[in-house]
């Protein structure tokens, strides 16, 4: 590391190379012009943009770290903002200029390597915890995410003062790390966030499920896209929700073979998915809709049409879990209204109450999963961080191009390999 | 806040957001038929099995500024220099140019040699007010040293740049070899050179240790160093003011230096700064007071106190208390004098 | 640093790849996972000074006494060199010929010779065009030369001024232009483009006569041949040795000067077409779209035109000369080091992107019959060690093999293409049958000796030239091409690409293992 002194401050000024949103709306704009096009077009012109500059400095409070990222993983979410294709929604939840990157497996300067919980909960903020022993994700009030000693962001990756997981260095809460046992490989461990996230959603059909159990039906949940977030889910389902069958509908060969591999009972082309589920609940087809269908579905698309098809195959009074980022979306919601069918979303994650009534903590059911399942298969390919263009553009055709996780590999990145002078 | 404009009104991007949507509403089908067809209407995408070689790098410390060196850019530069650039520098910081008789002697030479001017830093501005402050025969033959990260990093910074201030990138950390072959080449051809020695714009007003850079540099190529201090630029726009203020500027130059034998670059460096130092003092007091703290060894230093907090920003405000140069203040409204 | 070749493993992110199509090219999908591209390595570096390395070569030869010492006044100097076949396509003046055959006068005019006869060496080719001799030999040396006529090309059906040497050990006729093989020296300028060129082939066959060629030019020799590229593996070569040996013992005096060039094939705009397809910039995409788009509403004929005036910017990477065997041994060398590509196993489907020109259609036709030669005996023999192919593969053409024929050119391929392909494609029977009367009438003569006509027994060589490869696979299919011309050929028309894969999964099956070779620029590969 540079580390370089300013004036008489025994401050150390680290340099550090990374990608940056900053939030200029022309460039906002351009960027969503392109990108149905050209994604590389959209990363050259929009908001981002590689960057060597200063590391962010540490708050002045105890419990916090320098990381330095080995992987870090580009996810949908991440992708949408380079794209300019954000919701407003997050203009007041997020400050600019960030780093993007959640999905971090990294070293941390105690020596440990720890992956990232990018929330940026009230620990990290120095606001009381909502319960003893919460996670970052706890609570139900997210005044949080705009106070306490941060800058306003939901979590990392989206606030300007800890830095994202896409630079050569970052900061971090205590409260956000994790080790990583030795015997999980980097590519695992980059895959331990989207699996919480994809296991939240997962235990999230729980209430429909433990329905179908008490009636003594089989329950049956359907799983629409095979992306990471869509085969975590499917991972999580088999692994934490007892007696399921689990019908996916993706799209793509390969994205098939996983789901089929992670445990999923059927597996059909996307759009064969109605008929699919209607095969296995039995039931009729009433215009668009089953009359009824599956107890629970995971949507791991988030379109207008794809959260429309869910509503369509899941079966009254059953539940459908949005695990996908949808932005704006045009529904018509009379079938949701007539089915009193459940909408909710599975953002993040926390402690959850599993089916058998314990308290665990996603994240360590991550990293037992990342590892059980052998999720670093779903790396498909790395690319250094200065070759982000092509790496963005992997990622936004990532299916079509036989692909699932794209991830930036730090581990050779000259910045981060240089030796600590000063 | 994630926004600093007025937050009860839609936001900029919110309403960029929905002209994009309904731009966006037009230009999909188009934009889908494109992406159908793929390449080669679009970029090809990479091969899995193929390392992309890094793209040798065109910006930064690797831009070539050869072009801006020729005559016809020359002659650009010059109007530019003595047009826009002179106006707006007197305009804004209305530079008081001392001690420039320190160099007649060396002006009056045949072959006038190529000097290392090394003033401190505190602004943008400091380039301008060099550029216009420098004597001739120098004027016209300087290059400017310029922090390869910041105006270098885009294609059209680095040419504005290059063309108007005939900036040569240089790495602020290191000289690196290249840096410094190149600038022993422009020296060998009669150019002089403008280096920040401390390596960027000062962060809090006190100025910053300076690097060995220059010292080297004048070591390598037998060029001497011209200490120059400029005070008030720091004032006016200084690091982090998002828009110049009009003021006043003072740009005071020392004596041409030289390494004394057996003296090491880092003890010329530390030469350099102390006489900058007292360039400064000079400035802010006047030369005899200078002279004597200098004798004395109490000049301030240019990084200012040893202390932190807010008795260094304390102290710096006092320290522009006593210069001339900086805001140029509202006179004070004085009652006519009508006479008794 | 240029960097070496290259085999691609082809994937779902693999854009698609450039195919020739004639006087026309195609982005072609090739399936993912099981598809390997075959990449040429990037041009060598050139000799800066190529001058004096021509001067240093002649001032110190390889196992011989230097140029000048062997030149003393009243000698008899012949200076042969290649034809109008060589190099692909046409290099940017000045030639590489008329920088070698300049220095060679030099030294001959500074020691006094007088009897100097310079003579293309085409044995059964066409003759060259006066433009043709003055790109390849310069106007100052066609201007000294031609109206003296001392400058001249080889006559392979002149008995008069053919001499006749022996035979070699296996009974090969030898015979060789008279005033070559009664100089008392022949200095041989060649360009060694690939490594079937250059050693004795230059002299054994370049001046050489049916009579001789018959022997190594057949069906038997050509499948024997694995490769032409590989000499020592090449029956071809072997013979041409042999005849060689023959001429050294008959105190023919040969002074070889072989040159090496890179691989620099495309001027600027067409600098796409060497490239890998990932690495095409905007312009590279645009070019590629406005001239594909534009060369479908082109003629043929005018498409012909503007591709074969495309001059390469190829530049020389060597030159050696002296002993025939010598100097050829790091002529080989260079060559490999500018084309050899490793490559791993053989593969069940090879497909080749035939060009708009191959060394018998310089300024002409690409008709059926060369396209044939140029898919099967060419590229098809661009390998050391084992075929590209696997045996009892399938090879897929991309080219529109229209029956097209120049008529001043190509007289014998149009009875060739009527008579013989009609009766047979059996390299073997049709060596029986029909080579003799082809060989022997007087017409296709007539046209070889007086006007610009190959020989009437070129066509059978251009097919035997195949015969390995016909030998060696199963099914070759054209894509795009004319379907009644492609059966004639005996071989399988297809549409598309896709069609082409379709046709070809009946004899390798449903996942066949695809390689393509990504040629022009040449390469050889060498498979292990």
Known sequence: MDAVRIGRSNDLVVQMKALKISRKTAKFAVARLMSPVSTIGAAKFGPLSLVNESAPTMPNAEGWHRIQPRLTGICGSDLSLVEGHASTYFDDWVSFPFVPGHEVVADCDDGRRVVLEPVLGHACRGLPLPFEGAAPGDGDDYAHLVGGHLEPGIQTGFCSSTGGGWATELIAHDSQLHEVPDSMSDEQAVLVEPAAGGIHAALATWPAVQAAIQRGETPIVAVLGAGSMGLCAIAGLRRYVPQVRIIVGARYPHQQAFARSLGADVVVPAAELARAVRRESGGHIVGDYLSGGCHATIDAVGSSDSIMDCLKFTRPRGRVVLLGMPAVVSLDLTGLWHRETALIGAYTYGTESMPDGTKRHTFDLAIETAADCQLNRLVSATYRLDDYQNALAHAAGAGRRGAVKIVFDLRASDARNKKETN | ?340 | ?528
Not at chain 3, 67 to 75: A, H, K, R, V, Y
């Open chain 2, 1 to 340: 806040m994630a926004r600093d404009d007025a937050p009860w009104k839609p936001s900029n991007l919110a309403k960029a957001a929905r002209i994009g949507e309904l731009v966006e509403r037009i230009t999909h089908p188009i934009a889908k038929r494109t992406y159908r067809k793929g390449f080669p209407y679009l970029p090809p995408t990479i091969p899995l099995g193929v390392e992309v070689p890094e793209d040798k790098p065109t910006l930064g410390a690797d831009y070539d500024t050869d072009w801006a060196r020729r005559s016809s850019a020359k002659f650009v530069r010059k109007g530019l220099v003595n047009g826009p650039i002179r106006l707006a520098v007197r305009g804004l910081a209305s530079p008081k140019v001392y001690g420039v008789d320190r160099l007649h002697d060396l002006a009056q030479l045949k072959d006038p040699p190529p000097l290392i001017f090394t003033p401190n830093h505190h602004s943008h501005l400091d380039t301008a007010v060099m550029a216009v402050a420098v004597p001739e025969p120098w004027r016209s033959k300087l290059v400017v040293a310029a922090a390869a990260d910041y105006f270098f990093d885009k294609r059209w910074k680095a040419t504005m740049a290059a063309l108007a201030l005939n900036a040569i990138p240089i790495d602020r950390e290191v000289t690196g070899r290249k840096s410094s072959d190149m600038i022993k080449e422009l020296i060998d051809d009669g150019w002089s050179l403008m280096i920040y020695p401390e390596g960027g714009r000062s962060p809090d007003g006190w100025g910053q240790d300076f690097k060995g850079g220059a010292a080297y540099l004048s070591a390598r190529t037998g060029a001497a160093v011209v200490p120059v201090f400029i005070d008030g630029t720091g004032a006016l726009f200084g690091k982090g003011m998002k828009r110049p203020k009009i003021g006043t500027t003072k740009v005071v130059f020392g004596a041409p230096m030289r390494a004394l034998e057996d003296e090491n670059t880092r003890r010329f460096s530390a030469r350099i700064e102390a006489e900058v130092a007292e360039l400064g003092d000079e400035s802010l007091t006047d030369f005899w007071t200078a002279r004597q703290r200098s004798a004395r060894n109490e000049s301030t230093k240019l990084t200012g106190p040893e202390y932190t907090g807010w008795r260094r920003q304390w102290a710096l405000s006092e320290r522009r208390e006593m210069g001339t140069a900086g805001l140029r203040r509202r006179q004070k409204r004085r009652w006519p004098d009508i006479g008794n």
């Open chain 3, 1 to 528: 640093m240029p960097r070496p070749g290259f085999v691609l493993e082809v994937d779902k992110s693999t854009p698609p790849i450039l195919f020739w199509r004639g006087e026309n090219f195609s982005l072609e999908k090739l399936p993912a996972g099981r598809s390997r591209v075959i990449y040429a390595p990037e041009p060598l570096p050139a000799i800066e000074d190529v001058d004096g390395a021509i001067r240093h070569a002649l001032l110190n030869p390889i196992e011989q006494d230097p140029l000048p010492e062997q030149l003393f006044p009243g000698m008899k100097l012949t200076i042969a060199f290649d034809d109008v076949s060589l190099p692909l396509p046409k290099m940017q003046r000045p030639d590489i010929r008329q920088r070698v055959i300049e220095a060679v006068l030099d030294m001959a005019a500074e020691a006094g010779v007088d009897d100097v006869h310079i003579i293309s060496a085409l044995a059964l080719h066409r003759r060259m065009t006066e433009a043709e001799l003055r790109h390849a030999v310069g106007d100052r040396v066609y201007d000294a030369f031609a109206p003296r006529g001392t400058l001249y090309q080889h006559d392979a059906e002149d008995p008069d001024n053919l001499s006749y040497l022996g035979t070699t050990p296996h009974g090969e006729d030898v015979e060789i232009n008279k005033r070559a093989a009664e100089s008392d020296l022949l200095v041989y300028v060649n360009i060694n483009l690939v490594a079937m060129d250059g050693g004795w082939k230059s002299t054994a066959t370049g001046l050489s006569s049916y009579k001789s060629l018959r022997h190594h030019h057949n069906p038997e020799t050509m499948i024997h041949s694995r490769s032409f590229m590989d000499q020592h593996r090449s029956e071809l070569h072997k013979s041409n040795w042999r005849m060689g040996k023959v001429l050294l013992d008959s105190g023919v005096k040969v002074f070889q000067i072989e040159t090496t060039l890179n691989t620099d094939t495309f001027p600027s705009p067409f600098g796409f077409l060497a490239k890998r397809e990932w690495e095409w910039k905007p312009s590279d995409r645009m070019t590629f779209l406005a001239s594909t788009k534009a060369l479908n509403r082109t003629p043929t004929r005018l498409a012909r035109k503007i591709f074969h005036s495309i001059e390469a910017p190829h530049q020389m990477t060597s030159v050696q000369a002296g002993d025939v065997e010598a100097v050829h041994r790091i002529t080989t060398e260079h060559v490999y080091k500018q084309q050899l590509v490793e490559v791993k196993g053989q593969t069940d489907i090879l497909t080749l992107g035939i060009p708009y020109i191959s060394p018998y259609n310089v300024h002409s036709i690409l008709n059926p019959i060369l396209v044939m030669c140029m898919g099967l005996g060419y590229y098809f023999n661009m390998y050391k060690g084992m075929p590209l192919v696997r045996e009892g593969g399938v090879i897929i053409m991309t080219h529109p093999t229209q029956p097209d024929f120049h008529p001043v050119h190509h007289p014998s391929y149009i009875d060739f293409f009527e008579q013989v392909l009609a009766d047979t494609t059996d390299p073997h029977v049709m060596s029986q049958k029909w080579e003799k009367q082809y060989a022997e009438d007087e017409w296709y003569k007539h046209l070889y000796r007086t006007t610009y006509a190959y020989h009437g027994v070129h066509p059978f060589y251009m097919w035997y030239w195949g015969s390995h490869a016909l030998q060696h696979c199963s099914r070759i299919i054209i894509v795009g091409g004319d379907p009644k011309t492609v059966r004639r050929l005996g071989f399988v028309p297809a549409s598309t690409m896709d069609d082409a894969l379709e046709i070809a999964s009946d004899v390798v099956g449903r996942a066949p293992t695809i390689t393509h070779l990504h040629a022009p620029p040449l390469m050889v590969a060498d498979v292990s």
